[in-house]
């Protein structure tokens, strides 16, 4: 039982008074990692920033640039959500690097579990735009180191927010595929059932949108009916999880109604696609209360660890349960129009 | 050249966005417009809410008496999502803009900086006509 998270860096600074998105998540993350009593098997990998090399992957050159630019003069804020401060480029380089440093020392180790304890988030970036408290995408930059390795990687994201980032970026590449719980509608406006992937990735982006006040058994649900076959046919050989904390019943930013139990039945499930131990990782997203964020991480990492969880009991009886076959066949459906318009086109 | 339909201005309540609105309620007035208003909601007004989807802003209300433009025609809607992206949008089904308008600069925007800029972003990526209107334009 190993779990490997990244040493902390300093992100101190990139902050700005009232904003959810603070450094003190990072504290509550690590807070939970030492709820776990871990000791010796408890590795922390050093701190990595990510090269321009690693960033361009999955993020334009000229958004690179732009944004550096910006942070070293000062910053402000990107959007209603987004800032900036003059160390914040540098702070998202280490958060976009420690999903690398933590894959490395999995590989190197062939087991445990990793959690990228990090900030700021990442799924909301774009290719080429700054967005939803989102700089670099971290997750992304880690899926897309795996695949210039010739990897199949798997990205499970239990944001409440869709993670129209990850989806953009990899929205035609048939070697990742991706899978989003998240409340609809929300910010940000995209995740929709008929999103189902590019031209040659069709059937590699699964979206399962959720009423407010869905309870963990749908989101379960959802993904094993929705995302389980499909992710059995993908057959990953790394699992990165977009693990955001804002779907707890708790957290002020949305209203799925989860409990830290759901969380942790989640990370058991998804543990579950994993070919083996160590191909599993784990990135902080969202959540912003505290309290629900230290025990939700707690649940998590504990139950994809193998530990027994006995904490706050998972949670049932919300809304959205009858819609979840309509989206399978709603997905099933699209991506039978998508294949009838591609055979028609190359019909000669 | 086909005379503009449908009209859609992005709105956060900035001075700019107002000078946007208004140039677009008089453009509409002259060539038969309707105007739809678009707020877009962020992450951070789900704590916060700004606008709701039911009730237009007073001041565009106010805005288009001044303009002479039929309220008739003024549609208001709330977004989920940034506003470029929830600009570009608009452009397709069920809205079917054919024309953007914005102001130069939103809410607590710096000046000369293409980082964060919605005006230059969707006009990068619109399908349609994009107006940016400036600062300080004043009807001639």
């Given at each position: 039982m190993v779990l490997v998270v990244n040493e902390s860096f300093d992100d101190s600074s990139h902050e700005v008074a009232g904003h959810p998105e603070r450094p003190d998540r990072l504290v509550a993350a690590r807070t939970a990692v030492d709820d776990l009593h871990l000791d010796g098997d408890l590795v922390v990998v050093p701190a990595h920033s990510a090269t321009r090399e690693e960033l361009v992957r999955v993020h334009i050159g000229n958004y690179l640039d732009e944004l550096s630019a910006y942070c070293y003069s000062g910053g402000g804020d990107i959007d209603q959500d987004t800032y900036a401060t003059l160390d914040s480029f540098a702070i998202a380089k280490y958060a976009a690097g420690s999903g690398l440093a933590v894959i490395e020392e999995l590989q190197r180790r062939n087991d445990g579990v990793g959690f990228v304890a990090a900030r700021p988030p990442g799924h909301h970036a774009l290719a080429d735009r700054a967005m939803g408290f989102c700089l670099l995408n971290n997750v992304a930059v880690a899926a897309a180191a795996l695949r210039s390795q010739g990897e199949r990687v798997l990205i499970v994201d239990w944001d409440v927010h869709h993670g129209n980032g990850t989806q953009q970026i990899f929205?035609?590449?048939?070697e990742v595929l991706y899978v989003s719980t998240h409340q609809w509608p929300l910010f940000p406006g995209t995740g929709l059932v008929s999103e189902v992937g590019g031209r040659h990735a069709t059937d590699r982006t699964v979206n399962i949108p959720l009423p407010p006040g869905a309870t963990g058994d749908v989101v379960r649900r959802g993904i094993e009916e929705m995302a389980g076959p499909v992710i059995d046919a993908f057959d990953p050989t790394w699992v990165l999880v977009s693990a955001g904390f804002d779907a707890h019943r708790e957290d002020p930013m949305a209203d799925l109604r989860l409990t830290s139990g759901d969380f942790a039945q989640m990370a058991r499930s998804v543990s579950g696609y994993a070919p083996q131990t160590g191909r599993l990782v784990m990135f902080l997203e969202g959540g912003y209360d505290l309290s629900a964020l230290r025990s939700s991480i707690h649940a998590s990492l504990s139950t994809a660890l193998g530990q027994t969880y006995d904490g706050e009991s998972a949670s049932n009886g919300g809304p959205g349960t009858e819609q979840i076959e309509r989206m399978r066949q709603a997905r099933r459906s699209t991506i039978e129009l998508l294949h009838a318009s591609d055979d028609e086109e190359s019909t000669p | 050249m086909k005379p503009f339909e449908n009209i859609v201005v992005g709105y956060d309540g900035s001075h700019d966005a107002k000078v946007a609105a208004r140039w677009a309620m008089e453009a509409a007035r002259d060539c038969g417009a309707v105007v739809t208003i678009v707020h877009a909601t962020g992450l951070r007004e789900h704590l916060h809410q700004k606008y709701v989807l039911d009730v237009t802003p007073p001041e565009l209300i106010e805005l288009a008496q001044e303009c002479a433009f039929?309220?008739?025609g003024l549609h208001w809607l709330v977004a989920n999502g940034d506003p470029c992206s929830v600009l570009l949008r608009m452009a397709s089904p069920p809205t079917n803009a054919d024309l953007l308008v914005v102001g130069s600069r939103g809410e607590g925007k710096r000046e000369g900086l293409l980082l964060g800029s919605t005006s230059l972003e969707v006009a990068e990526h619109a399908p349609v006509p994009v107006v940016v209107v400036p600062s300080r334009y004043v009807e001639r």
């Open positions: 929205w035609d590449v048939p | 039929e309220l008739n």
